[in-house]
């Protein structure tokens, strides 16, 4: 399922990133919510304000194959 939305935060801690995203249509409505990714390497890449696109499959809460649309006012150096 396609998936798209705005990094609002980042806990290395746990892996995960809080995503704010819109409606998935057929899977879940229009929420903020934190998931983890698919890979450690790809979290160290996101920054606040960052939007997303990523895959997501039905019963499993982890994005996978996260891409950055465009770069936020939270950019970090790469």
């Known amino acids: 399922i396609a998936f798209a939305g705005r990094v609002e935060s ?3 801690k746990l892996h995960t990133v809080e995503i704010r995203h819109g409606i998935i249509p ?3 409505p229009a929420m ?3 998931y983890p990714v698919d890979s450690y ?3 160290r890449h996101l920054a606040p ?3 997303i696109t990523a895959t997501v499959y039905v019963g499993d809460p982890v994005l996978h194959d996260v891409h950055v649309l465009a770069r936020g006012s939270g950019d970090k150096p790469r």
């Open 10 to 12: 980042i806990d290395m």
């Open 26 to 28: 057929g899977y879940m």
């Open 32 to 34: 903020t919510m934190d």
């Open 41 to 43: 390497a790809t979290l």
């Open 49 to 51: 304000a960052d939007d």
